[in-house]
């Protein structure tokens, strides 16, 4: 689980197999060959002197390419950017301090994540990066992926909250299937366990505060648009401030400015020391914006000055080589081995398990097979040294479209837990 491997090359696949109408549970990775755009060699024929056509190289035409401002990593003084041409080609290309331009390998880019305010890796070029579990945080410094779950709202990527979107099948009473979804709210604490606090109809965005807690902003179906939240990162608990939308906020003084949900979208400046509010002034707007622009950003925007030239060509730049690597959150003792797990989470007070790692560190059998007549009915049975148990999952033992199990599961096929460690 914790083996280095280059992108591009050895990362597994996530193709699923199937065989007689039984599908067996496939890797989360997909190889990122697969998502290359392979180069292929034009050539055109022309007569040769014996009357033989002979292969002739044909010349490359210059392909014009556009550029866009990634981030700037202050560790390294590397200044990123995406290039694009047709709409067909992605690069991601960097400019570092002596002046010299590198690209990374085709089918590997990097972007700005806005949530976690770090750079991560895009494979799928599409999405919300954050609703799925998994996110893959590049680090310029040491050119290293590490694929893991991260969090947000916290000191650092390790601790805080996460939410993931779930997707359900289900039937109206007329018998058509229609797509059901919700987020699950996950937590992260000091002591390293990982907690579902709950399920929600709509995603939050957050904020870490200088005590340690998080302000969170949440879509409020009675009270459009927006509720604003201050969340215990060792409880999870809730605590309303406000209605509105947060347009700015002072940590160090501990103030909000808000354009409140009311007629008319009144601002006010919230203290949240002791809950009170006034009037926001144009004023406060101006001291508020300069308060913004004078902490920056937690991972800038590249210099100007140090835009690509509109005629370089990315394919011809030399390649930077990125090591990928799986970020290990669990350790735990199950049927007799040592068992790494980049991710597992409390439930309701019992611990649940992933399955696609177990299947891949335990020996753990899984075939999946689809239930006719029931709105994304799906069976799963599995293996193990101590027999085979099939289960229909509820929609608890699901996050982000994959399965969860218990430690009464696996005891039951001789898999049992004899110990977790949560890595702090």
């Not at 007689?20 to 024929?45: F, K, M, R």
Request: proline share 7%; net charge positive.
């Amino acid at each position: 689980m914790d083996k280095k491997r280059h992108f591009g090359t050895v990362a597994r696949s996530a193709v699923m197999l199937a065989i007689l109408g039984v599908t067996v549970l496939p890797s989360p990775y997909v190889a990122a060959e697969d998502l290359a755009v392979q180069d292929q060699a034009l050539s055109i024929q022309n007569p040769s002197a014996t009357g033989q056509a002979a292969q002739v190289p044909a010349q490359k035409a210059a392909i014009k390419w556009k550029f866009s401002p990634s981030f700037y990593d202050q560790a390294t003084g590397y200044s990123y950017y995406s290039a694009t041409a047709d709409q067909m080609f992605s690069r991601t290309i960097y400019h570092d301090p002596k002046g010299e331009w590198h690209a990374l390998a085709e089918g590997v880019t990097i972007h700005r994540d806005y949530t976690l305010e770090t750079p991560v890796v895009d494979r799928t070029k599409s999405g919300d990066p954050m609703e799925g579990l998994y996110s893959t945080v590049y680090d310029p410094s040491k050119e290293t992926a590490t694929r893991g779950v991260y969090f947000a709202g916290g000191s650092d990527l390790q601790h805080g909250f996460r939410y993931v979107k779930n997707y359900y099948k289900r039937q109206d009473a007329q018998g058509k299937e229609y797509t059901a979804s919700d987020f699950s709210l996950l937590l992260r604490t000091r002591s390293g366990v990982i907690r579902e606090i709950e399920r929600v109809p709509n995603r939050l965005r957050f904020k870490a505060m200088p005590d340690g807690n998080t302000l969170a902003v949440q879509y409020s179906v009675p009270h459009k648009p927006d509720e604003i939240l201050i969340i215990n990162t060792e409880t999870g608990k809730k605590k309303h401030l406000t209605y509105g939308r947060p347009e700015y906020y002072d940590a160090k003084e501990g103030r909000l400015l808000i354009t409140l949900n009311k007629a008319g979208n009144p601002s006010i400046v919230y203290t949240l020391a002791d809950g009170k509010q006034r009037p926001a002034t144009e004023q406060d707007w101006k001291a508020f914006r300069s308060i913004s622009l004078a902490e920056g950003r937690h991972l800038p925007w590249p210099d100007p000055a140090t835009a690509p030239p509109a005629d370089l060509q990315p394919p011809d730049l030399p390649v930077t080589s990125v090591q990928s690597q799986d970020q290990i959150l669990v350790r735990a003792a199950i049927g007799g081995r040592a068992v790494n797990l980049s991710f597992a989470f409390v439930q309701n007070g019992r611990t649940l398990f992933p399955v696609r790692e177990m299947a891949e560190q335990t020996g753990l059998e899984v075939k999946q097979t689809k239930v006719s007549g029931k709105a994304g009915g799906t069976s799963f049975t599995l293996k193990g040294p101590g027999g085979s148990v099939s289960l229909t999952p509820t929609d608890s033992m699901l996050i982000g479209g994959q399965l969860f199990i218990g430690s009464d599961i696996l005891k039951r096929i001789g898999l049992p837990v004899q110990g977790v460690n949560w890595n702090p």
